[in-house]
């Protein structure tokens, strides 16, 4: 049997342990695999390929990135904006299960976030055997309990907030640091509660600047001169807007950015503070991937070989209680696991002190 693979959307570190894992499930089961460069826009023909053996893939599990490369753009974009889908038309998918069908694929491999695996549903539906492995560095996706990547860009956050932390001291600033996260707060939440910050800032909880300088102030009050806050991309501003570097005028999800220089500007006007901001942005994309998110995308790509072997197609791979299963692709595009306000997590955040700028902090 052949089958074949492709990354689709952002780059995170974990992807090449993905790889790896399907090469080696694929050569002990006598399977040949396809990797298509720069995700589905390789499915188009003649197609843009490579052949996988484990001679291609030894030593890929350090490296980040992918050595398919991927894409967010061209013919098979299927999300359009916030909470937009779009159909991708059908004559493109007849010319993507043509090459499949020229090169023999007797299934499909789709490692994505929630925007590419909308499109490998559509594949799916359209009569094309595909697996889905879940990639976001976001870790929002709701049918899984952690995606690979994750705990790379939780690590790259923690590194900078070490580092930032010594020059906020050393000045007695406050420094606002931009991570990613248009949706979930998971990075910022964990990377900021694991680099110390004094104030996490998310989308899943609405923010009011007053609080926030009140915090600072009360911090200052204590003798604790400096600040470190964390803000998510996709925190709004008070009046319920998201900061965008560029609206893409429904081709595409908008590029979010800015949030961080809005709060730093906010802040040192309300507590006359001097306040810097840095913006993190595609570090927490880049580098080695982490232990845990190697073993997570060996894992899951060896899983994605099992779904294949068992027929159980249109299914995605998925963490779940400390073991990889699987659950139905339809049931997992479009349902977006977010921090809730409540939870242990905050509540254990609120308990050391962290401003979460919807309330003033205990004094």
Wanted: glycine share 14%; aromatic share 4%; with cysteine.
């Amino acid at each position: 049997m052949r089958i074949g693979i492709l990354n689709s959307g952002g780059d995170c570190p974990g992807l090449n342990a993905v790889i790896h894992g399907v090469v080696g499930a694929a050569h002990n089961l006598g399977w040949e695999v396809v990797g298509f460069r720069d995700g589905f826009e390789g499915l188009l023909p003649p197609g843009d390929y490579m052949m996988l053996d484990p001679s291609r893939t030894v030593g890929i599990m350090k490296l980040g990135g992918t050595i398919l490369g991927t894409t967010n753009k061209g013919h098979f974009v299927a999300k359009v904006g916030e909470g937009n889908v779009a159909e991708v038309p059908k004559e493109i998918v007849e010319k993507a299960k043509n090459t499949l069908r020229h090169l023999e694929i007797g299934a499909l491999i789709v490692v994505g976030g929630d925007g590419s695996l909308t499109t490998g549903l559509q594949l799916y539906n359209m009569g094309v055997p595909v697996i889905g492995v879940p990639k976001t560095i976001d870790n929002d996706i709701q049918a899984t309990a952690m995606t690979f990547g994750f705990d790379s860009a939780c690590h790259a956050v923690v590194d900078a907030l070490d580092r930032l932390h010594t020059t906020a001291e050393s000045h007695k600033r406050v420094i606002v640091l931009e991570v990613m996260g248009r949706h979930a707060g998971w990075i910022a939440l964990y990377g900021g509660m694991a680099g110390g910050a004094d104030v996490i800032l998310l989308p899943e909880i609405p923010f009011h600047m007053e609080h926030v300088a009140d915090a600072i102030r009360q911090r200052d009050a204590r003798g604790l001169h400096s600040t470190l806050v964390v803000v998510a991309e996709g925190a709004r501003m008070e009046t319920g807007e998201l900061l965008k570097k560029e609206n893409v005028g429904g081709k595409g999800e908008d590029r979010l950015g800015g949030i961080g220089d809005y709060v730093a500007k906010k802040i040192e006007g309300m507590t006359g503070k001097e306040t810097r901001a840095c913006t993190l942005g595609h570090l927490q994309r880049g580098g080695a991937p982490t232990a845990l998110d190697r073993i997570l995308g060996v894992r899951f790509g060896a899983k994605a070989v099992h779904l294949i072997e068992e027929g159980k197609f249109g299914r995605m791979v998925s963490y779940q209680h400390y073991q990889v299963g699987d659950v139905s692709i339809e049931e997992a595009v479009n349902q977006l696991r977010l921090v809730q306000p409540d939870s242990e997590i905050i509540r254990a955040g609120r308990s050391i002190g962290i401003c979460f700028g919807d309330r003033n902090v205990s004094r």
